[in-house]
């Protein structure tokens, strides 16, 4: 099945930084999705985003709803080491009952 | 507390061997997912249930079988058909009704070949 494309694939950073990733696609969903997994864990839900153009935060994790539909945005502001781990998107269209297309992850890799 | 629970944590499959992955969620969600994940790559859903004794296959349910006797459960069974099963195994479930609301999922099952 399709898989959105995701970047970048992986990142190795300093703490302290700032991360931004997104995801993108060539057809529209109605929802995106982003989920953070640690290691050996399942994914675990971070932001929903049911709105384009919607902007919304949990703590230092922001994500944007792209205005065309087609993409979302994931930033995270002054990383810490326990930000380490993969996140997924993933995007969800009303007409595909409650599949979801996910993206292939970024992996981040946060430096003490 | 609520939760979706897979079991077990790790599994060994000798060559030729059946074997069957636990998922039992307390949520009373009405479908179901199992989803496979190999390294540096996304989820991809091998089967899903919207209702008690029903189930659909997903994209890659070749060498895969489940059931849905329960709403709590939906077993997944690794056949000898699936000739490369080593991947780590995910279980989700979502609500159906109202508004739409995202999958969660359990903290998977990793398999691996003896």
Redesign the interface.
Known sequence: GQQLNQSPQSMFIQEGEDVSMNCTSSSIFNTWLWYKQDPGEGPVLLIALYKAGELTSNGRLTAQFGITRKDSFLNISASIPSDVGIYFCAGHRDNAGNMLTFGGGTRLMVKP | DGG?T?SPKYLFRKEGQNVTLSCEQNLNHD?MYWYRQDP??????IY?S?IVNDFQK??IAEGYSVSREKKESFPLTVTSAQKNPTAFY?C?S?H?QGT?Q???????T?LSIL
Request: charged share 15%.
């Open positions: 979706i897979q479908a540096g790559q996304g989820l991809r859903l899903y919207q997903g994209d995910l989700a979502s159906l739409w995202p999958q969660h999922f359990g903290d998977g990793r």
